[in-house]
């Protein structure tokens, strides 16, 4: 099966600076999804990146303040801008599985291990 | 009324006891149903897709309700391994594109 990995895994940043996040995946993809997991909490939809378009945004988040990148079918990030405590979460990224992930399985998400981000 | 919502749990339950879990949606047009799990500090990863005939996996049994928009998990002869969060997610297409996910209910399974 294919591998999703993130960098970096964890991260501690002070408040008004920005990380981007990548997510790298092992086969190409036409759909990569964002989300971020707040403690405690359950996920939530950042964004959706296809490749060779803008990402398509959540209610209540803005281009601004996470720009996406898709540059490739293997390949996106995510910047966390300006950033303040509240933004302190995980950040994950997930593909659509159309089989060739799957093994079979179609029409579902699978994950990548998740961005640890604390800002102080 | 939230979209997906489940059990509130904790669930602590004894090794070897059946435990349920409930999910109900509220979008009465969601196509597919997944249930998840996830290990502290780990990500979410597939234990089952929901079909309306119910389906079984091992020890996991999963069932869909369209009429009353309700999912449940099963899980029998519980092991300490099966300590995790398991969160209900709710499709509103057949694409994987529009994923909701529930809050999720916490199982504890004890010695």
């Known amino acids: 099966s294919a591998v999703i990995s993130q960098k970096p895994s964890r991260d501690i940043c002070q408040r008004g600076t920005s990380l981007t996040i990548q997510c790298q995946v092992d086969?190409?993809?036409?759909?990569m999804f964002w989300y971020r997991q707040q403690p405690g909490q359950s996920l939530t939809l950042i964004a959706t990146a296809n490749q060779g378009s803008e990402a398509t945004y959540e209610s209540g988040f803005v281009i601004d303040k996470f720009p996406i990148s898709r540059p490739n079918l293997t390949f996106s990030t995510l910047t966390v801008s300006n950033m303040s405590p509240e933004d302190s979460s995980i950040y994950l990224c997930?593909?659509?599985?159309?089989?060739?992930?799957?093994?079979?399985?179609?029409?579902?998400?699978?994950f990548g291990p998740g961005t640890r981000l604390t800002v102080l | 009324r939230k979209e997906v919502e489940q059990d509130p749990g904790p669930f602590n339950v004894p090794e070897g006891a059946t435990v349920a879990f409930n999910c109900t949606y509220s979008?009465?047009?969601?196509?597919?149903f997944f249930w998840y799990r996830q290990d502290c500090r780990k990500e979410p990863k597939l234990l089952m897709s929901v079909y309306s005939s119910g389906n079984e996996d091992g020890r996991f049994t999963a069932q869909l309700n369209r009429a009353s928009q309700y999912i449940s998990l099963l899980i029998r002869d519980s092991k300490l391994s099966d300590s995790a969060t398991y969160l209900c997610v709710v499709n509103g297409d057949n694409y994987g594109q529009n994923f909701v996910f529930g809050p999720g209910t916490r199982l504890s399974v004890l010695p």
């Open positions: 997930s593909v659509e599985s159309w089989g060739s992930l799957a093994g079979g399985r179609a029409d579902t998400q699978y």
């Open positions: 086969s190409q993809v036409t759909m």
């Open positions: 979008n009465s047009a969601s196509q597919s």
